[in-house]
């Protein structure tokens, strides 16, 4: 037994080893992604669920490395947030998404979608976030009322007044706030009406473990009952079939996004199969 417990103790100890290698190894191909631009935004819509009518897309990263092919998010952004990274991906998202916004103006005659962004708790510690936003506004030609920030509801406990100063910052400057994964982190019921925000989305979670009538579907009937309260608009996540559509607009519920709609797209997929139908 004792010889066991020191074998698997061993092998314990070389994956631990080989996970650090793989954590740096990771962070190396990172720091080159951004150097060699090998990220790409997807867009997914966000549609109105009681007539279908398309209102934005949520931008969300992927990687397309040579050596990897396609990395998901749920792989490198853990990463990226410890090392700091994530500060320089989502800068180049959020100047990324601006250019595109400003070319589907351009194109596209009386786009009048919105675009929502993720932020980390990394970025909105930075002491440049506004400064940086100023400078890629003023560089792209865009205005803040296109673009809405989704910042999760974990993030905004930290330090509540700062956190409502930069929110506030950034509403005068038009832009959109969004509190995202709600539900799932700390409870903000006690400071939610404080904040300057604009909409709630549900978690994912939430959504795909909804049965009628079960805590889930409490919860979330909860959550838009709150919302509307408050004057904040619901964006439930992860719609994947007809019923959990069904039951969602049964509770209220304004807007959403999903498979059952769309997957994230590439922007191309976006012009030719949304955009030009709709708008053109
Ligand atoms: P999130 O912000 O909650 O984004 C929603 C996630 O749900 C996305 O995963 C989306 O592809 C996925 N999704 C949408 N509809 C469905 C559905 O019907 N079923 C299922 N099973 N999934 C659905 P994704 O793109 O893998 O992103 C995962 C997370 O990574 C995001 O969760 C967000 O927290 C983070 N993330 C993604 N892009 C960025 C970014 O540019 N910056 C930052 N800071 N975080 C990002
Ligand atoms: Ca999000
Ligand atoms: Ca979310
Ligand atoms: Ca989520």
Redesign the pocket.
């Known amino acids: 037994a004792k010889a066991q417990g020191r074998n698997s103790y061993k092998i314990f100890d070389a994956q631990m080893h080989t996970q650090a290698v793989n954590r740096l190894t990771l962070e190396t191909e990172i720091r080159k992604a951004l150097e060699r631009e090998e990220f790409i935004v997807y867009y997914q819509p966000i549609v109105d669920l009681l007539g279908g009518r398309l209102i934005g897309f949520?931008a969300l990263v992927r990687w397309l490395s040579p050596t990897r092919g396609f990395v998901s998010p749920g792989e490198f952004i853990p990463i990226a947030e410890e090392t700091g990274l994530i500060v320089q991906i989502d800068r180049w998202m959020f100047y990324t998404v601006c250019q595109q916004l400003v070319n589907w103006k351009t194109n596209f005659t009386h786009f009048p979608l919105k675009v929502?962004i993720?932020l980390s708790a990394q970025d909105i510690r930075q002491a440049s976030l506004i400064e940086d936003i100023d400078r890629t506004l003023a560089e792209t030609g865009l205005e803040g009322n296109s673009i809405v920030l989704?910042i999760t509801e974990s993030m905004l406990i930290e330090d509540i007044d700062k956190t409502i100063d930069l929110l506030t910052q950034l509403k005068d400057r038009k832009i959109q706030i969004s509190i995202?994964d709600f539900g799932t982190g700390y409870s903000s019921l006690n400071y939610l009406h404080r904040l300057p925000a604009d909409n709630l989305?549900i978690d994912r979670s939430f959504v795909s473990q909804m049965e009628e009538g079960n805590r889930n579907y409490q919860v979330v009937s909860t959550i838009i009952a709150l919302s509307n309260q408050l004057g904040l608009a619901v964006v439930a996540e992860g719609i994947e079939t007809p019923q959990q559509l069904q039951w969602l607009q049964q509770l209220g519920c304004e807007l959403g996004q999903g498979y059952l709609f769309s997957p994230p797209l590439a922007s191309q997929e976006i012009e030719t199969h949304l955009l030009k139908e709709d708008y053109e």
Request: a negative charge; hydrophobic letters at 0%.
């Open positions: 949520e929502s993720n989704e995202d989305k």
